[in-house]
């Protein structure tokens, strides 16, 4: 299966400022992910990160608030932006192909 | 919003016991997953279990799946203090959606 390679590991952030996280699989892959895990909870999707085109958002998450790119079949980003501290949340990316899901390591936000 | 239902949200046995954690969901489904979560960062992929198997195992685990009552369960053998950590089960399609997991504390 595929290897994500997710960066920063962890961040803390000034309210009102945003943060991009990265992430980049070691083959192409199809379809990418991003959740979020609040504070002893389970994952949430946030959105499906589309190559080429918007990304496909769940309800309740808008594109104005979590920016996604997706410029190829290898790399994503998500921006977390206008950051309060209900953000503060763990952030991971997901890829998808033909030998199933890989997840990466996680992005540990703290906003204060 | 979240597909399925893990319970107990919280579980601690002693070290040696089998571990027992259930889930259900809601729609039709092509496969189910179990994942790990150690200390709430990446998640390891334990398992899949397809629609149309009903039981399948590795090494100490042993997941059933029961499309009747849109339920399966994962039971951990033999419990080790590494088995410590959360788990979820998750499915879908074209995404996958996570349950809400269980936290599983093992005891020395």
């Known amino acids: 299966s595929a290897v994500i390679s997710q960066k920063p590991s962890r961040d803390i952030c000034q309210r009102g400022t945003s943060l991009t996280i990265q992430c980049q699989v070691d083959?192409?892959?199809?379809?990418m992910f991003w959740y979020r895990q609040q504070p002893g909870q389970s994952l949430t999707l946030i959105a499906t990160?589309?190559?080429?085109?918007?990304?496909?958002?769940e309800s309740g998450f808008v594109i104005d608030k979590f920016p996604i790119s997706r410029p190829n079949l290898t790399f994503s980003t998500l921006t977390v932006s206008n950051m309060s501290p209900e953000d503060s949340s763990i952030y991971l990316c997901?890829?998808?192909?033909?030998?199933?899901?890989?997840f990466g390591s996680g992005t540990r936000l703290t906003v204060v | 919003s979240q597909q399925g239902e893990e319970d107990p949200q919280a579980l601690s046995i002693q070290e040696g016991e089998n571990a027992t954690m259930n889930c259900s969901y809601k729609?039709?489904?092509?496969?189910l997953q179990w994942y790990r979560q150690n200390s709430g960062r990446g998640l390891v992929h334990l398992i899949l279990?397809?629609?149309?198997?009903r039981e399948k195992h590795s090494g100490r685990l042993r997941v059933t799946l029961d499309t009747s009552k849109k339920s399966s369960s994962l039971l951990i053998t033999a419990s080790r203090a590494a088995d410590t950590a959360s788990y979820f089960c998750?499915?879908?399609?074209?995404?996958?959606?996570f349950g809400k997991g269980t936290r599983l504390h093992i005891l020395p």
């Open positions: 998750a499915s879908g399609d074209d995404k996958i959606i």
């Open positions: 083959s192409q892959v199809t379809m």
């Open positions: 990160a589309n190559q080429g085109s918007e990304a496909t958002y």
């Open positions: 997901s890829s998808f192909n033909l030998y199933g899901y890989t």
């Open positions: 729609t039709s489904i092509n496969n």
């Open positions: 279990i397809r629609s149309n198997e």
